[in-house]
């Protein structure tokens, strides 16, 4: 990435993806701690534009129609040295994602589904997007999306069996190394 200067500069935020449960959320407000960086929760920013919790959205739009949404809301996101947690979804938007591949560096929290399991109680009360309705198991879910976190990361971390803690300091040494913070 290049300056009007010429001179080549990084992204300025750090973007999290993976599924609910890896931890985006919660290990992202650490990762922000750890470098210095602001937090953005996209799933609150979505709830406070909206006025409603993610469920209520998913309830009154159906999953198509929360994407959309999700899309609008993640493509207007304008931020500088941020860590921003992605609702497990965002990966189903392509404007949201090239808007956020611009703007941060996509790192992916990659979790087991065995991790997932142990780590989930009740999706529906986290308002998470199942595409294909409310049937979709949690192994259906994990298998659609896993392929779509592999394309769209830049850097890769697997958090399974971490504390929190732990997590987000080997997400910081990761980018650190890829040259992404100082």
């Known amino acids: 990435m290049e300056?009007?200067?010429?001179?080549?500069?990084?992204?300025?935020?750090?973007v999290l993806i993976?599924?609910?449960?890896?931890?985006?959320?919660t290990l992202g407000v650490v990762l922000a701690k750890i470098i210095g960086y602001d937090f953005i929760d996209a799933d609150l920013v979505i709830q406070n534009q909206c006025d409603k919790t993610l469920q209520m959205i998913i309830d009154a739009c159906g999953p198509e129609g929360?994407?959309?949404?999700?899309?609008?809301?993640?493509?207007?996101i304008d931020a500088d040295r941020s860590i921003i947690s992605t609702g497990g979804s965002a990966v189903y938007s392509d404007a949201?994602?090239?808007?956020?591949?611009?703007?941060?560096t996509v790192v992916y929290l990659k979790i087991s589904y065995g991790q997932l399991?142990?780590?989930?109680?009740?999706?529906?009360?986290?308002?998470?997007?199942?595409?294909?309705g409310i049937g979709m198991s949690l192994r259906e879910l994990f298998d659609e999306r896993l392929p779509l976190y592999e394309r769209y990361a830049e850097?890769?971390?697997?958090?399974?069996?971490l504390t929190i803690t732990a997590?987000?300091?080997?997400?910081?040494?990761?980018?650190?190394?890829?040259g992404c913070v100082q």
């Open 117 to 132: 399991v142990h780590r989930l109680s009740d999706l529906r009360e986290r308002g998470v997007v199942m595409k294909n």
């Open 96 to 104: 949201a994602m090239k808007h956020l591949t611009e703007i941060g």
């Open 155 to 161: 850097i890769t971390v697997d958090v399974d069996d």
């Open 66 to 76: 929360f994407i959309e949404v999700e899309n609008n809301i993640l493509s207007d």
């Open 18 to 25: 993976g599924m609910p449960g890896a931890g985006k959320s």
């Open 3 to 14: 300056n009007a200067d010429g001179a080549t500069g990084m992204k300025r935020n750090v």
């Open 167 to 178: 997590a987000a300091r080997k997400v910081a040494d990761a980018l650190k190394a890829q």
